[in-house]
């Protein structure tokens, strides 16, 4: 018999992998991010595993050789929270890193995929969760930066 009880057990999002065709090149572009580089392990006939995190980030990104079947670059809607957009377009822009423009959704409640729907400039009310700006990695796996300042309750 099965049951369909929640589990009282954390379950904490730790790793995303993420597909790359060129891993030091991977690496460079991360640590210009900012990003702490956890661990670079290599293994037999050219396996390797490189993780990466983000500042202040709890989720990790793992890379490298025999670690994905994924294609190079298909993975996109990556977020990265922020308190302040555009402070942190600004750190990355001033990085090297090609961010778009700040920009919200036509329809206020979550940026459609791709650039549809897409208004310049941060969500007039600055409401939390309608701010964004959009960057690749080499890839083109790509990244959403966030801005929320006040989480919504219970979270």
Known sequence: MTSNTVSSQNMKLEIVVIP??????????????????DADFPG????????????????????GNGVSLAEPGS???LYLIVYDIE?????LVERGVEVSEIFHDIGGIFHHAGTEGRVPGPDPERRDYASYASFSDPDGNGWILQEVRVRLPGR
């Open 75 to 77: 993975v996109q809607g």
């Open 87 to 91: 402070a942190a377009r600004a750190e």
């Open 44 to 63: 037999e006939n050219g396996f390797r595993v490189v993780q990466l995190t983000p500042p202040g980030s709890e989720c990790s990104i793992i890379f």
């Open 20 to 37: 790359v065709a060129d891993v030091d090149r991977s690496i460079d572009f991360y640590k210009t991010l900012g990003w702490r580089l």
